[in-house]
């Protein structure tokens, strides 16, 4: 079965799905931030946990000690709306969407936007346009430089927006990131495109095999809920779920 057509008829269903709903779901006003935040910091407090620092954006929620990354272990994160929702509901405010390098927590430095496909951020060239109605624009240059240069661990979610990623724009990423880093790939978890998931879960386990580098991170059995448009597992439950199988999969791998 040919690939070409599915994957067409995916990337139109996700632009149609995840832009709007992202924008008006998640983009909120300002102020709404500010106060997000700020409920998020007194909980924190009550708790007992310190607040963090993200970027100069003001205090952030810190992560309970089990989710944190394996000890001394600096991650650069990559990815699509995937990776925003993520980091919108673990550290409120921040604004990673678009800016690259943001730095959360003195460990994590973050490329991300929504709409990005990974062929872009592979073969693309310095300001790109992420998303068919103008999400927003990054430089994929300084995506590609963070790779050859940044820490050795790297957490990735891209090629829901490829209809599913293709083998070259895999290879064309490990050989970026070169053989001496490892990178975590989180397997795809959508339900609104049946055929390209198949397609997603296949290219990425095929490229596991590829290479000895390449670590895929399970969703399957998280039970993520992505009812609200089989695409995004909103929600803090869903993000700390996310974000803990992530961390215990790098833990494992650094252990063996």
Not at 208 to 224: E, Q, S, T, Y
Request: charged letters at 20%.
């Amino acid at each position: 079965m040919s690939a070409g057509q599915p994957r067409r008829d995916c990337v139109k269903a996700f632009a149609s799905r995840e832009t709007p709903l992202y924008r008006a779901g998640m983009r909120r006003p300002r102020v709404i931030l500010a106060l997000t935040a700020a409920l998020f910091t007194a909980s924190t407090m009550a708790l007992g946990i310190a607040p963090v620092q993200a970027d100069g954006a003001g205090s952030q929620r810190a992560l309970p000690p089990n989710e944190r990354q394996p000890r001394s272990t600096q991650i650069t994160i990559m990815g699509d709306s995937h990776i925003m929702v993520m980091i919108d509901a673990l550290y409120p405010g921040a604004h990673s969407n678009g800016n690259e390098g943001t730095r959360i927590d003195g460990k994590y430095v973050i490329y991300g936007i929504n709409g990005i496909k990974l062929t872009q951020v592979v073969r693309g060239r310095g300001t790109v346009k992420a998303g068919v109605s103008s999400v927003g624009t990054t430089n994929v240059d300084k995506w590609r430089k963070a790779l050859k240069s940044g820490p050795n661990t790297i957490v990735v979610d891209l090629g829901t927006n490829d209809g599913g990623p293709q083998a070259r724009d895999i290879d064309k990423f490990m050989s970026l990131a070169g053989k001496k880093r490892d990178v975590f790939w989180i397997m795809p978890y959508y339900t609104s495109c049946p055929v390209c998931r198949q397609i997603h879960d296949y290219e990425l386990k095929a490229a596991a095999k590829r290479f000895a580098n390449l670590h895929l991170v399970p969703m399957n059995d998280l039970g993520l809920d992505v009812s609200s448009d089989g695409l995004h597992a909103f929600g803090l439950a869903n993000s700390r779920a996310i974000w803990k199988r992530t961390m215990e999969t790098i833990d494992r791998v650094k252990r063996s």
